[in-house]
DNA sequence: TTGAAAGCGTTACCAT
DNA sequence: ATGGTAACGCTTTCAA
């Protein structure tokens, strides 16, 4: 009476070992993959256990364990569709292995400390950080702390026990370069947001490295922020305020990411110029509304899917060989050419 | 030595409190919000903790209190942007009070049940479910471990414990028809999904109703899913099949979500019709995309984050009182008239 | 293979 | 207001 007046009515390992008439150990082995328990006691323990409904309390197992099998996603900007798709996958990879999702949306430029701290807190078995600019703070207190870390397209630095994986964009701003060469694109207008992401300048300069092979002429306009809107924007004033008209089919506009480069798009048509014949226009990331027959944008894939799948390879070899040496992945891209390059 | 072999180097209120000089006691008093403290000692110890980098082990306070400030988001389909401005702006709200966001995406039709474990063994403070079909069972289960449930978008059941949050979608199906009416429709065409969700056909029955009273013709046509595909299709094979031609003005398509409204919208511009001219359209949601100019769809708004807001009030609430009344709070929405009725 | 007992790091109760 | 101490529910040595 005395003792336990603040318990929930929770069934605890204690019960189940009470009920099968064994010690709290074994009904801790029955529930451990790899418990030294004989086949027999073990069906019989979950047979109890799930007679009562018992089910392991993940916190006590965490506290024990000193790591909660949960896994901290930090990610920015859901709006973009390429994003959003990003996060479902990586929280459906996370599940998939047996971890649980723990997803914090930061703000454009909200620093990742604040939110780290919180989910070191939670004893995390890692963290995926797909936005922000993860500096080297950041890098040491998880390593302070044991935690893997995986960076989503993130520039490649060399720190110890941190993984990366990233579309190959060197290769994808090439794919563009030459799309638009073989369309006899002579000049080419890159709209890029005035502060870039790294993923974002990694697609440009390979761009600009190639047309330079091709003496192609690159030029470059700066927008405020990096969504439809902005790009909209940007584009409708670029073309009104441009000297040289471009209406000749020379020139084309390479948007680094689809969202803004379907605004770049809308700009063009409300302006009366007709893609592609007028002008050109590649994006990137290939998200749904690329798709959509409306827009049929064309544009270079990077599979969200595929992406979480190694992530999530990163993030259990590590967890399981916490030193081994730092993993780059690049995930090769696909040209999908549709009706506007 | 002996001791302590698997402990990973992590400082402890222990440490804190030696280093303090006062008891742990004192120390996990000085980080309770309502810690029975002097201020002075309080500093005093906020100061030590933070100089050997000390921070609460939410896992062992987790145990300890029998709940863990996690709480549990279970959505589908964030491939909809109205899906997934929503779950930005709850995971936000959940941050915001002092709790971590969980979340779990699950398939179209799975059972929510598997993923109800999941959380309930992490001893969440709460539980949010925006999408699959929540049966008494879950809610059962959900008050066996006196865990709060808020449930966005679904039949307003009188479950004991459990809250709802949804758009007032009477009054949207309502001004959907008013708006058609005062544009001079006929003839409304209801595009719905095969398998309904229960906020849509709450918009379409009051839609149905309306145009009882305003004496417009309703039909319905039925799509497989909910996204732009399935309206592009259903849309465009309707087209050709109909043996009513429709191009007179006189009738408009209500689709109740903006997702599949897009789908309508391009399977109508590719069939060469007008819109708003030869045939009206409205869709719902407001999404981002419903509003760029090359879209430009007349819709409803349900405001995410008014809703986040309100689930998270009470949320608040229901942890600070477990047997308050069941409560459900309809969010006003607004309509968004732009092109297309 | 099984059981007993010692923690994991915190908070809450009970004294002082 | 502060300190000692007993849980919280589990896993993991260590013995048997």
Redesign the pocket.
């Known amino acids: 009476m ?7 009515q ?1 069934v ?3 019960d189940v070992a009470r009920a099968a ?9 029955a ?2 993959a790899d418990g ?3 086949p ?3 069906s019989h323990v979950l047979q109890v256990a799930q007679d009562i409904g ?1 089910s ?2 993940q916190i ?2 965490g ?4 790591r909660s099998d949960l896994v901290g996603i930090i990610a920015s900007r859901l709006d973009n569709p390429h994003r959003s798709a990003q996060v479902e996958a990586l929280t459906k990879g996370v599940v998939a292995q047996g971890l649980r999702p723990l997803l914090f949306c930061i703000e454009r430029n909200e620093p990742v400390d604040r939110i780290l701290g919180l989910l070191l807190d939670y004893q995390v078995s890692g963290v995926i950080i797909t936005s922000g600019s993860p500096d080297e703070t950041i890098v040491e207190r998880c390593a302070a702390h044991e935690v893997p870390l995986i960076l989503v397209d993130r520039p490649n630095t060399d720190w110890e026990r941190v993984d990366h994986v990233t579309g190959d964009n060197v290769a994808g701003g090439r794919m563009v370069a030459q799309a638009l060469q073989e369309k006899g694109r002579s000049h080419i207008v890159v709209v890029r947001p005035r502060r870039i992401t790294h993923a974002m300048s990694e697609r440009v300069d390979s761009l600009v490295t190639t047309c330079g092979e091709f003496d192609i002429a690159v030029e470059t306009i700066l927008m405020d922020g990096s969504d439809y809107d902005a790009a909209l924007q940007c584009v409708s004033h670029w073309l009104t305020t441009q000297n040289a008209p471009v209406r000749d089919g020379s020139t084309a506009l390479f948007v680094p990411n689809d969202i803004s480069a379907l605004g770049a798009l809308d700009a063009l048509r409300v302006t009366g110029l007709a893609v592609p014949q007028d002008i050109g226009l590649m994006g990137y990331d290939d998200i749904a509304q690329a798709a959509w027959v409306g827009a049929s944008l064309s544009t270079v894939r990077q599979d969200p899917e595929t992406i979480a799948a190694e992530v999530l390879t990163l993030l259990a070899r590590r967890i399981e060989t916490p030193d081994g040496p730092p993993t780059t992945i690049r995930i090769p891209v696909t040209l999908k050419l549709r009706s506007t390059h």
């Open positions: 005395s003792a336990g007046d603040r318990r929930k929770a605890t390992s204690h008439g064994v010690s709290r150990a074994s009904v801790s082995r529930f451990a030294n328990i004989s027999k006691l073990r018992y392991v309390n006590a197992r506290l024990n364990r000193q």
